[in-house]
């Protein structure tokens, strides 16, 4: 019976148009990030800290978040920058913090699994919003500059 009623369910226009609408504006959404992200890879050129993520040739990113790397000469920071910066009111969050590499369970692996442990540490989602300008980006790169700076100093 149930597969019958989806197999019978046609939506109507208004949900239609809703639809239309709103892939429309998504379209145009993601359009506007990728041209934010075009500034975002100019800052990354100019950082000593960060490293550009690898996007596939065939690949269009959508830019849903904007993942980077830590330098490995900070990325040990990764916990207090992240802290250091929500005080600022910029939000950034590793992109897999409680990796299973990085637990103590599997201490004996990490040896063998430098790169993963290092990246598990080490990667961080930085916000990216349709509505940002080159000024904004400009400003979230000398903050999150700032903040290493300011980190590496204390150490």
Same mark, same amino acid.
């Given at each position: ?94 992109? +897999? ?20 442990? +290092? ?26 500059? +700032? ?9």
């Amino acid at each position: 019976i149930e597969k019958q009623l989806l197999n019978s369910y046609k939506p109507n226009q208004i949900v239609i148009n809703l639809f239309y609408n709103s892939l429309s504006s998504l379209k145009k959404e993601i359009d506007l990030k990728r041209q934010i992200a075009a500034f975002y890879y100019q800052e990354l050129k100019k950082s000593k800290y960060l490293i550009s993520q690898q996007v596939e040739i065939n690949s269009k990113s959508s830019f849903y978040n904007f993942a980077v790397r830590l330098h490995p000469k900070v990325s040990h920071i990764t916990s207090k920058l992240i802290m250091l910066l929500r005080k600022e009111n910029i939000f950034i969050a590793n992109l +897999w913090p409680d990796a299973p590499i990085t637990s103590l369970r599997y201490k004996s692996f990490q040896k063998e699994c430098p790169s993963a442990l +290092w990246l598990a540490k080490s990667v961080i989602n930085l916000p990216i919003y349709s509505k940002f300008k080159e000024s904004d980006v400009v400003y979230l790169f000398n903050k999150i500059n +700032w903040a290493i700076d300011t980190l590496k100093n204390e150490n």
